[in-house]
């Protein structure tokens, strides 16, 4: 009798124990969920800030050009990301697929995570309406919108002078393909750069920005630089920028949404582990990375304004260049590490800008190559030399200048190559440029037929010569523009 | 787990209420070809479209002799 008792009571505890548990998962797996939803919509903010922030850099001539390029960004990186970007990142982390039975399951992870590959594929059961996932398809829309950024990236270095479609082009590339595969490769519990050779950078100062930087230093050698950047000498001039406001307040937005950005980086499920994980699934907490970022800005902010002598473009884009700088090492580094390298970072991006411009002659219109690409870098290389020997990954493999080093090797062509050959081919084709009649008159009236201030009056375009004078800017525009069309180019990227 | 509606039944055949078939069916295949195959014409129409309004306007500009330089501009500052 008492026997039969306690199997009844065993038996019921068990199955309350069971549901118990079955409710706990489910709250973890929604809890993440509404976390991913939420960086999304926060990260949202980013694309509201690079389109404020290059719309205000560009002339009055050609705002909307250069603000549609970020709106439509989002109009091809979305669909191709779905149909083949997602799978990139699922099936290439190994390095390519094995051929063979297994050759679907190509994650080189531990078990924990096993056919993520197949859960990547569009027609996967994952990539619908499935109430047994509630994390894939949260977890791939954090993903686009870090896809949505490496193009909003090269955007702004391309403005007044690249044609919308070859942007567009070029930026489903960089965003759908190139990206993911170095993320694949570095940024995941299972790329091979991680597991063998304990790659770390964690909240992605090499994996988006730096190849985004590098992707576009390879368009630019190919687009040239805007009419009259350049006078007969080779010695850089200044555009006047239609909105200054605007152009701050958009590097404001995308701080803000930078929160979201670095917390789309880390993922808990408390039901498998203690507290959060970053991406390669190495123990670290939401304060941590969200102090680094602070104080990132910080020090960027400073270094960005002493080094530019108080220039405000600069200033803010120290900060951008500060945070990218620490970025990588974000989940370890100590808050008065991170201010002293975002202080670096930022002094390494004005020098780097301004040696892009004047030197190389490369016209990056809004300093990508520089705060992004050298940065993120610069970024990659810290984590080698100050936290070298930290575990990275499930495989618990040290980080180590070395593995930091043959990161770099292997993004820096996967980047720039695609970039420029691609470029090249548009080039070849007369696609990559607008005619040189159109970029003098302005993009907005051959795309769009009108102007987007018609309420105002249009006052004469002013340009600031390389010695500081500024002087009325047709006259030099036009002679470039027959210098262009009716004789050598003004001045050659790189000579 | 929850009595109100059969949800670990509906969790297992969820799928099968995407419009034209579950996951892997051959009505998902056809869907996402169709989409795929719309995304890349889309890139070609993005080129066309604009190439017609760049052309026309450089036209326009190029017979309207708008940016013909007049015989006594100023030269540019070298």
């Known amino acids: 009798m008492l026997s039969t008792f306690v199997e009844v009571l065993a038996a019921s505890i068990e199955e309350d124990l069971k549901s118990l548990t079955d409710k706990v998962m489910l709250d973890s797996n929604v809890l993440l969920e509404q976390f991913y939803f939420y960086t999304v919509v926060v990260m949202w903010l980013i694309h509201v800030g690079f389109m404020a922030y290059e719309a205000g850099a560009a002339r009055r001539k050609n705002l909307m050009s250069t603000a549609m390029k970020n709106i439509l960004t989002i109009a091809v990186v979305t669909p191709t990301f779905y149909y083949f970007g997602w799978y990139i990142y699922g099936c290439f982390q190994p390095g390519f697929p094995t051929i063979g039975p297994d050759s679907l399951d190509g994650h080189a992870g531990p078990k924990e995570f096993p056919g993520f590959c197949g859960q990547t594929a569009p027609w996967a059961a994952e990539m619908g309406p499935n109430l047994q996932n509630h994390l894939n398809l949260v977890f791939f829309l954090a993903f686009l919108l870090f896809s949505w950024t490496t193009g909003s990236i090269?955007?702004?270095?391309?403005?007044?002078?690249?044609?919308?479609?070859?942007?567009?082009?070029?930026?489903?590339?960089?965003?759908?393909?190139?990206?993911?595969?170095?993320?694949?490769?570095?940024?995941?519990?299972?790329?091979?750069?991680?597991?063998?050779?304990?790659?770390?950078?964690?909240?992605?100062?090499?994996?988006?920005?730096?190849?985004?930087?590098?992707?576009?230093?390879?368009?630019?050698?190919?687009?040239?630089?805007?009419?009259?950047?350049?006078?007969?000498?080779?010695?850089?001039?200044?555009?006047?920028?239609?909105?200054?406001?605007?152009?701050?307040?958009?590097?404001?937005?995308?701080?803000?949404?930078?929160?979201?950005?670095?917390?789309?980086?880390?993922?808990?499920?408390?039901?498998?582990?203690?507290?959060?994980?970053?991406?390669?699934?190495?123990?670290?907490?939401?304060?941590?990375?969200?102090?680094?970022?602070?104080?990132?800005?910080?020090?960027?902010?400073?270094?960005?304004?002493?080094?530019?002598?108080?220039?405000?473009?600069?200033?803010?884009?120290?900060?951008?260049?500060?945070?990218?700088?620490?970025?990588?090492?974000?989940?370890?580094?100590?808050?008065?590490?991170?201010?002293?390298?975002?202080?670096?970072?930022?002094?390494?991006?004005?020098?780097?800008?301004?040696?892009?411009?004047?030197?190389?002659?490369?016209?990056?219109?809004?300093?990508?190559?520089?705060?992004?690409g050298v940065c993120g870098f610069y970024g990659v290389l810290l984590v080698g030399i100050f936290a070298g020997g930290y575990p990275t990954g499930l495989n618990n493999v040290e980080s180590s200048l070395g593995g930091q080093l043959m990161g770099m090797m292997a993004f820096l062509p996967l980047a720039f190559l695609p970039g420029y050959l691609i470029s090249l081919a548009l080039k070849k084709m007369n696609l990559l440029r607008v005619p040189p009649e159109v970029e003098l008159e302005g993009l907005d009236l051959a795309e769009f037929g009108q102007d987007f201030f018609p309420e105002f009056e249009r006052v004469p375009e002013t340009i600031v010569e390389p010695d500081g004078q500024e002087v009325e800017a047709a006259p030099v525009l036009l002679d470039s523009y027959w210098q262009t069309t009716h004789g050598r180019e003004t001045t050659k990227a790189g000579s | 787990m929850f009595d109100a509606f059969p949800f670990n039944e509906w969790s297992d055949k969820i799928a099968d209420f995407w419009t034209f078939g579950g996951a892997e069916s051959t009505g998902t295949w056809?869907?996402?070809?169709?989409?795929?195959?719309?995304?890349?014409?889309?890139?070609?129409?993005?080129?066309?479209?604009?190439?017609?309004?760049?052309?026309?306007?450089?036209?326009?500009?190029?017979?309207?002799?708008?940016?013909?330089?007049?015989?006594?501009?100023?030269?540019?500052?070298?």
């Open chain 2, 30 to 78: 056809i869907m996402t070809a169709l989409g795929f195959a719309v995304c890349m014409i889309s890139f070609v129409l993005f080129i066309r479209l604009e190439n017609r309004k760049l052309d026309h306007q450089a036209e326009v500009l190029r017979a309207t002799g708008a940016l013909d330089r007049p015989p006594d501009a100023p030269a540019a500052t070298e």
């Open chain 1, 154 to 372: 090269m955007s702004g270095a391309l403005i007044e002078r690249v044609r919308l479609s070859a942007y567009l082009i070029l930026t489903a590339v960089l965003g759908s393909v190139v990206w993911i595969m170095d993320a694949a490769w570095g940024w995941s519990s299972g790329g091979w750069l991680v597991t063998r050779f304990g790659f770390h950078d964690a909240i992605a100062s090499l994996v988006v920005h730096g190849v985004a930087g590098a992707f576009t230093l390879g368009v630019l050698l190919n687009l040239g630089p805007r009419i009259g950047k350049y006078d007969r000498q080779g010695r850089a001039r200044s555009f006047r920028g239609h909105n200054t406001h605007l152009t701050l307040m958009g590097l404001m937005l995308i701080f803000t949404g930078f929160y979201g950005f670095y917390a789309a980086c880390l993922f808990i499920t408390s039901t498998t582990f203690p507290g959060w994980l970053n991406i390669y699934g190495s123990p670290t907490t939401l304060g941590a990375i969200a102090m680094v970022i602070t104080i990132g800005f910080a020090g960027g902010f400073t270094g960005g304004w002493f080094a530019s002598k108080g220039d405000p473009f600069w200033t803010l884009s120290g900060g951008l260049a500060g945070v990218i700088s620490v970025s990588a090492g974000a989940d370890v580094y100590h808050p008065s590490l991170a201010y002293l390298l975002s202080i670096s970072g930022a002094f390494l991006a004005v020098w780097s800008g301004t040696w892009i411009e004047k030197k190389l002659r490369l016209d990056d219109a809004v300093g990508a190559v520089a705060v992004h």
